[in-house]
C-alpha cells in the first residue's frame, strides 16, 4: 500500500481587509498601489450584502479581498504583515515617487529614506489610510543598491547589524 502524500498548501490566494467604503479603498488602492477590481469576482461585492470586493494588482493572481466594516465585522486593521514583491523597476519608481500620500506605520508620510536594508532584499513598510500594513520589497539586493539606495544617497534602515548577515553567509 503507498504512503499518503503529505498536504501541501497551495499559493496565496487573497487576504481579507476590513475597510470602512470599499468603494473608496479601492479607488485609494488603485490611484496608490495600483490595484483593480477583479471582475471575475465581481458577483461576490454585488450579488449579496457584506460579500468582498476583490481587487489585484496582478491581474488577479494575488487579492486583496475588501470587506466593510460593520457592527457585527468592526474595523480590526490588518497588522500581520503581509508582503508584495516587486521588480527593481517598480521599487525604484515607488521610492522615488515618495513622499506622498502613502503612511509609514508611524501615521507620517513614508520617505524614500525609511527603506530597509534586509541583506537579501530591500522593503517598505506602509499603511492605508485605514490603519492595515503591509510591506513592499524587492529581493534584486544588487541592482536596488545600485540604481537606488547609491545614486540618491539613501541611508536605509536596519533591523540588525551587517556581520550577523556576512557571519551566516560564510
Not at 461585492?45 to 466594516?69: K, V
Not at 513592499?136 to 539613501?154: G, H
Request: charged share 25%; glycine share 6%; aromatic share 12%.
Amino acid at each position: 500500500m503507498a504512503a499518503a502524500r503529505r498536504f501541501r498548501m497551495g499559493r496565496l490566494d487573497h487576504v481579507h481587509i476590513r475597510v470602512p467604503d470599499r468603494a473608496e479603498a479601492a479607488a485609494w488602492y488603485e490611484e496608490h498601489l495600483g490595484f483593480e477590481a477583479v471582475e471575475q469576482f465581481d458577483f461576490w461585492a454585488t450579488g449579496f450584502e457584506g460579500g468582498p470586493l476583490q481587487i489585484s494588482a496582478d491581474g488577479g493572481e494575488t487579492m486583496l479581498a475588501l470587506f466593510e466594516a460593520t457592527e457585527s465585522h468592526p474595523m480590526v486593521p490588518q497588522q500581520t504583515g503581509v508582503a508584495f514583491s516587486v521588480d527593481v523597476e517598480t521599487f525604484c519608481e515607488f521610492a522615488r515617487s515618495l513622499p506622498g500620500e502613502i503612511r509609514s506605520p508611524l501615521g507620517r508620510p513614508l520617505v524614500p529614506s525609511d527603506v530597509i536594508d534586509f541583506d537579501m532584499c530591500w522593503a517598505f513598510d506602509l499603511t492605508d489610510p485605514w490603519g492595515n500594513q503591509y510591506e513592499l520589497n524587492c529581493y534584486d539586493y544588487d541592482r536596488v543598491k545600485a540604481e537606488l539606495i547609491e545614486p540618491d544617497a539613501i541611508t536605509p534602515t536596519r533591523y540588525w547589524p551587517r556581520e550577523l548577515y556576512d557571519d551566516r553567509a560564510r
